[in-house]
């Protein structure tokens, strides 16, 4: 397994003058992450937004590789979430390590911005770790009302050729779907610790 590579991005805020303080819910009609974003940057609630949906396109973008999953973890009530992504080998270096990415976006304070971490591992590692998944029945219909105010949204993407499934869920989601958002918040836990961000993840 390599190293660690960080990659921070985080921007002072500024303040404009006369500019009222005020939260922007990020809740687009593409199926992006949605969040509350105290900020005046607009270009920096689209980065923090797009890394958040999709890790592997924030700076430094992983290209030609396939990605196998996406998590991701947003509270209502703290302005820090993260996201995963787990890519495979690079296409055109056979025998490259997969990545692990965990993107770590802070929204408010005097260092909002985004901080991103990668972290090598083997493919057969990271193919074992979605392979997890593979036995947890979920039901895509008829499923339970999951409705609340506060708390924490996830969410989980993969794909496999012209299939993909995106799923989100309030805390611990639908009664139907809690084998499956468990091992996912578990998951979670696993590629922050991976990740060494030092602090646990309240998942």
């Known amino acids: 397994m390599g190293g660690i590579s960080t990659y921070p991005h985080d921007e002072p805020m500024i303040r404009p003058k006369h500019a009222p303080r005020t939260a922007q819910r990020l809740t687009p009609s593409s199926g992006r992450v949605p969040m509350v974003a105290m900020t005046y940057d607009p270009d920096l609630i689209q980065r923090i937004e797009a890394a958040m949906s999709e890790p592997e396109s924030a700076d430094p973008p992983l290209r030609r590789r396939r990605v196998l999953l996406r998590l991701s973890r947003a509270p209502s009530l703290a302005f820090t979430s993260h996201a995963w992504v787990i890519v495979a080998s690079d296409a055109r270096r056979p025998g490259s390590p997969a990545i692990v990415r965990e993107v770590c976006c802070t929204r408010s304070g005097a260092r909002a911005g985004l901080t991103v971490r990668d972290v090598e591992t083997d493919e057969a590692t990271a ?53 499956l958002t468990a091992w996912a918040r578990a998951l979670m836990e696993r590629l922050h610790d991976l990740a060494g961000q030092g602090e646990p993840l309240e998942v």
């Open 127 to 179: 193919s074992a770790w979605c392979r997890e998944a593979t036995a947890i029945p979920v039901p895509l219909v008829g499923f339970e009302d999951n409705l609340g105010c506060d708390g924490t949204t996830y969410t989980l993407f993969a794909q496999g050729g012209f299939a993909f499934v995106n799923l989100s869920w309030w805390c611990d989601g639908p009664r139907e779907w809690r084998p």
